[in-house]
């Protein structure tokens, strides 16, 4: 970019930041709030790099997933993380799959039908646990309490196929799946200590 459009940024962004001290009530510091809040998603970008999927799995190219009728809700992955995993899922053609936070059983459904000969293994918390975890959790709290933990596969053609675990995922004794695992799902709560425990148990669960 030119030096003609640095000048002409920095003068934007002197004029608007004085604007906001000027005139506090009509302006309500609105470009001070923007500023703050780019600076926070700046500090918070992904510190890795970024790929497009088909750069990752070539072989997913023109690939068809068969996704049916697809309920979206909060807390679900959404159709293109679904397709995603399927077709993942289905190139890999594991055998043994293990689903680190079930939910309602969406994804733990499409893992199911992508791997016809898997055994899916998902975990998620029991009522008890789940009511410990309320602040951190509501919307799993929620779910486990009104009983739907699974119910997306629930009745399913798949359904023999997947076993459901119950526990706190970071104090889960996953010692009898250890390196037995051909594919790991983590998809349990997404705050950083949590996702920390849960990545450190599937590099222990992956064969």
């Not at 940024?9 to 780019?38: E, M, W, Y």
């Not at 079930?102 to 893992?111: E, K, Q």
């Not at 029991?126 to 009983?147: T, W």
């Amino acid at each position: 970019m030119s030096l003609r459009y640095w000048l002409g940024a920095s003068k934007s962004l002197v004029a608007n930041i004085c604007l906001d001290l000027v005139n506090p009530k009509s302006r309500q510091f609105l470009f001070t709030h923007v500023l703050l809040r780019s600076g926070l998603a700046f500090e918070q970008r992904p510190k890795v790099p970024s790929l497009h999927f088909l750069d990752i799995f070539p072989s997913a190219e023109q690939l068809t997933i068969p996704l049916g009728n697809i309920c979206y809700r909060r807390s679900n992955a959404n159709p293109y993380e679904l397709y995603c995993l399927s077709a993942i899922t289905l190139l890999a053609a594991p055998r043994h799959v293990f689903e680190i936070g079930t939910f309602d059983g969406a994804t733990t459904l499409r893992l199911a039908e992508a791997a016809l000969e898997a055994e899916v293994l998902t975990l998620d918390l029991p009522p008890e646990r789940s009511a410990s975890h309320m602040s951190e959790l509501f919307d799993e709290h929620e779910n486990v309490m009104n009983g739907g933990v699974g119910r997306c596969y629930r009745n399913t053609p798949v359904e023999p196929r997947i076993k459901q675990l119950f526990g706190d995922s970071r104090t889960f004794d996953y010692s009898p799946y250890q390196g037995s695992c051909d594919l790991i799902f983590v998809d349990a709560c997404h705050e950083y200590a949590f996702v920390k425990s849960d990545s450190k148990a599937a590099l222990k669960l992956i064969r």
